[in-house]
């Protein structure tokens, strides 16, 4: 797992777990768990207990969300490039203030 910044729905430097958030990882692990990791999942999602999020965190690992996200991550990268390099040629000054706000929060730590 990345420790160097915020992996969503990771818990790591969040709290996306004990939070009950919606992320990407919960979402993408729903979409693709058995039934009983499924179970797992519900009976430990959204609770401050360590025991449980670390729970909740091998069950991530155990599908290779990690793994999976970063490919996500990288496909996004390339598209949004290639969007802003769109953007440029019609409106260079909306370009920079959309990088600069993808600039802030592609890969962000918190």
């Not at 693709?32 to 207990?49: L, R």
């Not at 690992?61 to 990690?66: G, V």
Request: include cysteine; charge should be neutral; glycine fraction near 4%.
């Amino acid at each position: 797992m990345h420790y160097g910044r915020v992996l969503p729905g990771s818990g790591r430097l969040g709290t996306d777990i004990q939070d009950t958030k919606c992320s990407w990882l919960a979402v993408t692990f729903l979409a693709t768990a058995t039934e009983e990791q499924k179970d797992t999942f519900k009976a430990n999602y959204g609770d401050h207990d360590e025991a449980k999020v670390a729970i909740i965190k091998q069950l991530y690992k155990d599908t290779k969300l990690t793994e999976k996200f970063e490919v996500y991550e990288n496909e996004t990268e390339k598209k949004v490039n290639v969007l802003l390099d769109s953007i440029r040629a019609e409106a260079k000054e909306f370009a920079t203030a959309v990088e600069q706000l993808w600039q802030k929060t592609y890969k962000r730590s918190k």
